[in-house]
């Protein structure tokens, strides 16, 4: 029997990027989009094109790339927004506008401050407008969780005749029961059919979100939108490898249904998210999570021994975890096996990228024994991030850690100049960070500092986090790797510094002191 395709929509680059410190540079997001429709995806929201040149380049630069997927850009119910996603898809092969509105009562009075038929007026019109750029084009019932369901038939059948083919009904502020969603989507569905596919989008607050979509694809749903590891705004949005594993897991129950997931693609991917964005899964989230495999208890062990599906309902190899193959590469491995290693783990780089990336892991393989896959992505994610390299960090001295005021000397490259300064510090870190304010003249206000070891043993590499603040703008994130941390927070703060400066402007602007 043909099974029924449940489409994937992805939206881990758009809504998925709204995640508190989870912001990603162009580059960042075409390897994302890359390893995205290798997984299968459906459709890969790229991004908002209105919200900043920043994400109409990148929705511009996935769209030139990405073959199999469908790349859709988000855009409120106006014209310019609906413009700008029209322009920055135009390029790709399959395209789709996703326009909204809120349809709450609660939104459209203090929110919108909106008449319900006003609200009608402008879907109609930005769908209309989005027609004109896209076949394909969703539109989206902002808070239809909380939304009255005469309202939103009335605006359905207004958006379809005005040529959407997707309607997606949200629960935006994660308040439904499984229950509540299967009823609206099964009314809605039914409201619709032959005429629109429903789609839902479920936020995570009450940890509801993949139970919700599930039960909307039993009462009529046939795309669920969703992200990698959960991420997304508040509590996240329903992850796309908890709704497809259990669909899979559980075919005896979805038995009509299928998704184009290559689920061997899972864990490759969860694992690029978190590395990029520096937001681990939680150890014990489901599918993706450090212990999501991990035995603890003896009789659970002494289970597993005598057969693994006493304790065991997914194979980690269906996720593509390979339990057995971890250690990967070594000072002896050449370029041909590093490069057959970036492929396995979804990196797409070109010739350039892959000799930088390799002269980087031979200087590991020299002072560390032992290469790990998350190693190398954090290397290759941590060059990515340099492609807007204003200030590079040259050395680096510490000269008091213990007793007596911390200080730190740091030489920094400037085109082609190098420069060397110092500063003391409550901490050593207040001191590197101090003396590199001192350089660049920019004075940085550090908002959030994490350290993580990358893989296993004494020698891991320290991979640093900072949430920076320049000139009391929105903070910006870096990320610095290195086996040294000093020198990991060093490239880190650097690194914020480079992004501000590559944002529109920000170079020519003189800081309010400048050193060099
Ligand atoms: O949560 C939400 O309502 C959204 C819409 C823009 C689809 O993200
Ligand atoms: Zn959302």
Partial sequence: MNKEIIKIFDTTLRDGEQSPGASMNTEEKIQIAAQLERLGVDIIEAGFAAASPGDFDAIEKISQKVERSTVCSLARAIDADVKAAGEAIAKAKM??????????????????????????????????????????????????GRSDIGFLKEISDAVIEAGASTINLPDTVGFRLPFEIGAMVKEMSEYTKGRAIISVHNHNDLGLGVANSLEAIMNGAR?????????????????????????????????????????????????????????????????????????????????????KETYEIIRPEDIGLDMTDTLVLGKHSGRAAFKDKLGKLGFDLDDDAINRAFERFKILADRKK???????????????????????????????????????????????????????????????????DRITGYQGELED????????????????????SFNGEPAIIGHGLNIDTMLASARAYIGALNSYLSMEGKLKERPHKVIL
């Fill in 95 to 144: 395209k789709r506008i996703h326009t909204f509105i809120a349809t709450s009562p609660i939104h459209m009075e203090y929110k919108l401050k909106m008449k319900p038929d006003e609200v009608i007026k402008r879907a109609v019109r930005a769908v209309e407008y989005a027609r004109t750029f896209v076949e394909d084009v969703e539109f989206s019932c902002e808070d239809a």
């Fill in 223 to 307: 795309q669920v939108e969703c992200t990698i590891n959960g991420l997304g705004e508040r509590a996240g949005n329903a992850a796309l490898e908890e709704i497809v594993m259990a669909l899979k897991v559980r075919s005896d129950v979805f038995k009509d249904f299928d998704t184009h997931i290559n689920t061997k693609e899972i864990y490759p991917t969860s694992r690029l998210i978190a590395t990029i964005t520096g937001i681990e899964p939680q150890p014990n989230k489901a599918i993706v999570g450090k212990n999501a495999f991990a035995h603890e208890s003896g009789i659970h062990q002494d289970g597993m021994l005598k057969n």
């Fill in 370 to 436: 032992e290469i790990y896959d998350d190693d190398i992505r954090a290397l290759v994610t941590n060059e990515m991030t340099k492609a807007t390299q204003v200030y590079e960090i040259v050395s680096l001295q510490l000269m008091d850690c213990s007793e007596g005021v911390p200080s730190a000397a740091v030489k920094i490259r400037r085109e082609g100049k190098e420069i060397i300064d110092a500063s003391i510090g409550g901490g050593t870190i207040d001191a590197v960070f101090k003396a590199i």
């Fill in 449 to 468: 500092y994490k350290v993580k070891s990358v893989s296993e043993g004494k020698d891991a590499l320290a991979n640093v986090t900072v949430k920076v």
